[in-house]
């Protein structure tokens, strides 16, 4: 307690140093360290008697003021000698104090306010003055013996007047701004600018609204995506997640805990294909002439369905319906209906419809979809070994699309991208098995093109995106061009992971996509290092600069860029690799 002798002393300035001296309020509060603090208390000047010097703690330093408040983003003053008076300081965040990207806190009431700095730019009349424009994250209370923040929360209630004083957020502010609290989560980093507080992703609210993962290419993506799919599969070993794998790489990252499918393997039967998917693979023609030979196909694939024995008892049999059908039975009907017609000229549709199927069935490239073994009802069977039910400790399946034809690449992914959103659909009175369904090269089957729509893989990933939540199928897009993606598609991605981004294009398109309170953090992505981003949205309590984690060898995908300088310098059987090369290339086998 004060001494007694204070009851009695009107004097100010008696009082004053008195109450620095013992300094029995909340720190950083009323009175902060005068002797750092150039507006407040000089030594020396008329104020009190010159106190000697007690050793910063730096979070107590005020670093500059209030100017004006607007919404979600306000004006400072910032104090360079200030700032510059923390450089020495052992914790990071206080020594890096003022940065662009750097936290503040200001003092409302019993909370805090903390927010992070977007711009700094030099005060145009007063020297050693900055100019910061600011961005609200958030408010925390204040514990009353140390006043460091607890019970952080996203949003403001009360807003700070002009000439409110501003403090450096430190270190253990920090940790309690990014401590992930009791909701299911997976840390993948550590916070940027400290080296131990570690970045968490929130599981349920991250799939729960999509996620989408950015980044130019060589930026550590496939390696950061592949972290990020382990831990989720650490905390979840019974889960269900369907990756589309379009170069390959990441069997090699799953080799212990996924289920690997090439096109030796996956075994996708043909008839799972709906009605336009058909039409995308069997039609050649354009305009009137494929809507001519979309109806023949129409009816014909109807029949076939019809003779299936899976068909019987069926009273609402469409031509959607995933009934198994022998192609021969539809090329068999094509042939009978083109029997009926009156002129031998009216054929050609008939003809372009046979003449494609059989030349599908001839081809050895399609035989992982069109061959004849695909004919038994295998559907229940396929569902259960791409979805994983049961796991069988494997949660994740990789489906390696690399060795399908280039034509019907996007048929493929339709198919699987429609399976599991119609599995979603028709078991909704089921107990329930969330699917997360995994894009690698997002833009390719989502592009930002006007016929986007018309194709059925950006049909059925533009659902998901928008309907998928509601039927438990939560959608990962991960793409180098963000700005080639579909609009509508990046928009319903409720977290956002942005790794250094080149494209000035890219750049501003995802800052369009990004919540405002995130803004000042996206300006600096054009700057972040390798394996370096930025995660803002639902799957974190304030947005974050993260360093990510580095991945075991064994984990990792088979993605490094090739090492010029030495394997330049490599030589001797070169006639071997070409002719083994050349045979893999001739029978289309790996």
């Given at each position: 307690?004060?001494?007694?002798?204070?009851?009695?002393?009107?004097?100010?300035?008696?009082?004053?140093?008195?109450?620095?001296?013992?300094?029995?309020?909340?720190?950083?509060?009323?009175?902060?360290?005068?002797?750092?603090?150039?507006?407040?208390?000089?030594?020396?000047?008329?104020?009190?008697?010159?106190?000697?010097?007690?050793?910063?703690?730096?979070?107590?330093?005020?670093?500059?003021?209030?100017?004006?408040?607007?919404?979600?983003?306000?004006?400072?003053?910032?104090?360079?000698?200030?700032?510059?008076?923390?450089?020495?300081?052992?914790?990071?965040?206080?020594?890096?104090?003022?940065?662009?990207?750097?936290?503040?806190?200001?003092?409302?009431?019993?909370?805090?306010?903390?927010?992070?700095?977007?711009?700094?730019?030099?005060?145009?009349?007063?020297?050693?003055k900055v100019i910061a424009m600011i961005d609200f994250l958030?408010?925390?209370?204040?514990?009353?013996?140390?006043?460091?923040?607890?019970?952080?929360?996203?949003?403001?209630?009360?807003?700070?007047?002009?000439?409110?004083?501003?403090?450096?957020?430190?270190?253990?502010?920090?940790?309690?701004?990014?401590?992930?609290?009791?909701?299911?989560?997976?840390?993948?980093?550590?916070?940027?600018?400290?080296?131990?507080?570690?970045?968490?992703?929130?599981?349920?609210?991250?799939?729960?609204?999509?996620?989408?993962?950015?980044?130019?290419?060589?930026?550590?993506?496939?390696?950061?995506?592949?972290?990020?799919?382990?831990?989720?599969?650490?905390?979840?070993?019974?889960?269900?997640?369907?990756?589309?794998?379009?170069?390959?790489?990441?069997?090699?990252?799953?080799?212990?805990?996924?289920?690997?499918?090439?096109?030796?393997?996956?075994?996708?039967?043909?008839?799972?294909?709906?009605?336009?998917?058909?039409?995308?693979?069997?039609?050649?023609?354009?305009?009137?002439?494929?809507?001519?030979?979309?109806?023949?196909?129409?009816?014909?694939?109807?029949?076939?369905?019809?003779?299936?024995?899976?068909?019987?008892?069926?009273?609402?049999?469409?031509?959607?319906?995933?009934?198994?059908?022998?192609?021969?039975?539809?090329?068999?009907?094509?042939?009978?209906?083109?029997?009926?017609?009156?002129?031998?000229?009216?054929?050609?549709?008939?003809?372009?419809?046979?003449?494609?199927?059989?030349?599908?069935?001839?081809?050895?490239?399609?035989?992982?979809?069109?061959?004849?073994m695909m004919v038994a009802d295998t559907m229940a069977e396929?569902?259960?070994?791409?979805?994983?039910?049961?796991?069988?400790?494997?949660?994740?399946?990789?489906?390696?699309?690399?060795?399908?034809?280039?034509?019907?690449?996007?048929?493929?992914?339709?198919?699987?991208?429609?399976?599991?959103?119609?599995?979603?659909?028709?078991?909704?009175?089921?107990?329930?098995?969330?699917?997360?369904?995994?894009?690698?090269?997002?833009?390719?089957?989502?592009?930002?093109?006007?016929?986007?729509?018309?194709?059925?893989?950006?049909?059925?990933?533009?659902?998901?995106?928008?309907?998928?939540?509601?039927?438990?199928?939560?959608?990962?897009?991960?793409?180098?061009?963000?700005?080639?993606?579909?609009?509508?598609?990046?928009?319903?991605?409720?977290?956002?992971?942005?790794?250094?981004?080149?494209?000035?294009?890219?750049?501003?398109?995802?800052?369009?996509?990004?919540?405002?309170?995130?803004?000042?953090?996206?300006?600096?992505?054009?700057?972040?290092?390798?394996?370096?981003?930025?995660?803002?949205?639902?799957?974190?309590?304030?947005?974050?600069?993260?360093?990510?984690?580095?991945?075991?060898?064994?984990?990792?995908?088979?993605?490094?860029?090739?090492?010029?300088?030495?394997?330049?310098?490599?030589?001797?059987?070169?006639?071997?690799?070409?002719?083994?090369?050349?045979?893999?290339?001739?029978?289309?086998?790996?």
């Amino acid at each position: 307690g004060l001494p007694a002798v204070l009851t009695v002393a009107p004097d100010f300035r008696f009082l004053k140093e008195r109450l620095v001296q013992h300094r029995p309020l909340a720190k950083g509060t009323e009175f902060m360290d005068f002797q750092a603090s150039s507006s407040v208390f000089q030594p020396g000047s008329d104020v009190g008697p010159t106190i000697a010097p007690r050793p910063s703690r730096g979070v107590d330093t005020q670093i500059g003021l209030v100017l004006d408040i607007s919404g979600s983003s306000s004006r400072i003053l910032l104090d360079a000698a200030a700032i510059q008076s923390l450089a020495s300081q052992s914790d990071p965040s206080l020594s890096g104090a003022g940065q662009v990207g750097g936290q503040i806190k200001v003092k409302v009431g019993t909370s805090w306010l903390v927010a992070n700095i977007r711009t700094l730019s030099k005060h145009p009349d007063t020297a050693g003055k900055v100019i910061a424009m600011i961005d609200f994250l958030g408010e925390g209370d204040e514990e009353r013996l140390t006043g460091k923040i607890y019970n952080f929360r996203r949003g403001v209630t009360r807003y700070p007047f002009p000439d409110a004083a501003v403090f450096p957020a430190s270190s253990d502010d920090m940790r309690q701004l990014y401590a992930a609290d009791d909701r299911a989560n997976i840390e993948i980093g550590t916070v940027y600018p400290t080296s131990d507080i570690r970045g968490a992703l929130y599981v349920d609210a991250m799939l729960g609204k999509h996620f989408a993962l950015l980044g130019s290419t060589g930026t550590g993506k496939s390696t950061s995506a592949a972290l990020i799919l382990h831990r989720i599969c650490e905390l979840a070993p019974q889960g269900h997640i369907v990756m589309i794998d379009p170069h390959g790489e990441y069997s090699a990252a799953f080799k212990t805990n996924g289920a690997l499918y090439d096109v030796t393997n996956l075994a996708m039967p043909y008839w799972l294909m709906n009605f336009e998917e058909h039409c995308e693979v069997f039609l050649t023609t354009q305009g009137n002439e494929r809507q001519e030979d979309a109806d023949i196909l129409s009816k014909c694939l109807l029949a076939a369905r019809a003779k299936s024995r899976a068909a019987e008892g069926i009273a609402k049999l469409t031509v959607d319906s995933p009934i198994p059908y022998l192609l021969s039975d539809l090329t068999t009907i094509i042939t009978a209906e083109m029997g009926k017609l009156d002129k031998a000229g009216e054929n050609a549709p008939y003809m372009r419809l046979k003449t494609k199927i059989d030349e599908i069935k001839a081809d050895p490239r399609y035989t992982f979809m069109f061959s004849g073994m695909m004919v038994a009802d295998t559907m229940a069977e396929f569902l259960s070994r791409i979805f994983r039910l049961p796991g069988d400790g494997k949660p994740i399946s990789i489906i390696d699309v690399s060795g399908v034809p280039s034509d019907i690449t996007s048929v493929v992914v339709a198919v699987l991208s429609r399976m599991v959103f119609d599995y979603a659909i028709w078991s909704r009175n089921e107990p329930q098995r969330p699917i997360l369904l995994v894009c690698e090269e997002a833009h390719r089957y989502v592009p930002a093109e006007r016929d986007a729509h018309k194709s059925s893989v950006g049909k059925i990933l533009g659902r998901i995106a928008k309907e998928g939540r509601k039927y438990g199928v939560s959608l990962g897009l991960i793409t180098q061009r963000p700005s080639d993606l579909a609009e509508g598609v990046l928009s319903q991605c409720g977290t956002i992971i942005a790794m250094r981004l080149n494209n000035d294009r890219d750049q501003a398109f995802v800052k369009a996509a990004m919540p405002e309170g995130a803004r000042g953090f996206l300006d600096t992505i054009p700057a972040l290092r390798n394996r370096e981003c930025i995660i803002c949205g639902e799957g974190v309590s304030i947005p974050i600069r993260v360093a990510m984690d580095e991945l075991e060898e064994q984990k990792r995908p088979a993605s490094s860029d090739p090492l010029f300088s030495e394997l330049w310098q490599q030589t001797g059987g070169e006639e071997e690799i070409v002719a083994r090369v050349v045979k893999r290339w001739r029978s289309q086998g790996k």
